[in-house]
């Protein structure tokens, strides 16, 4: 039976930038990863989005494959992805 793995996630991006929250949630679910509790900010006078979550998956390399297609893109200034421990 696979075992679910959580992670704490947190991004930030160019608001005017090419991803709107929309395409955020598909990319996380396209690593196949479910979302929960996820929270919004708007901060440096409207320029930059961040959103914060609870991400789960049975893939165990999920985390890595975001992490390389959310450095990759331009619009992203900086994200975080660690296991919750639980």
Do not use: C, W
């Amino acid at each position: 039976m696979p075992t679910q793995a959580y992670y704490n996630f947190d991004v930030k991006y160019e608001n005017d930038g090419n991803l709107s929250e929309d395409e955020m949630r598909g990319l996380i679910q396209r690593h196949k990863f479910s979302i929960a509790n996820f929270s919004y900010r708007l901060d440096a006078e409207g320029r930059v989005l961040r959103h914060s979550m609870t991400l789960r998956t049975t893939d165990r390399g999920a985390a890595s494959r975001l992490a390389h297609t959310l450095k990759e893109n331009s619009t992203v200034l900086e994200f975080r992805i660690s296991p919750t421990g639980d």
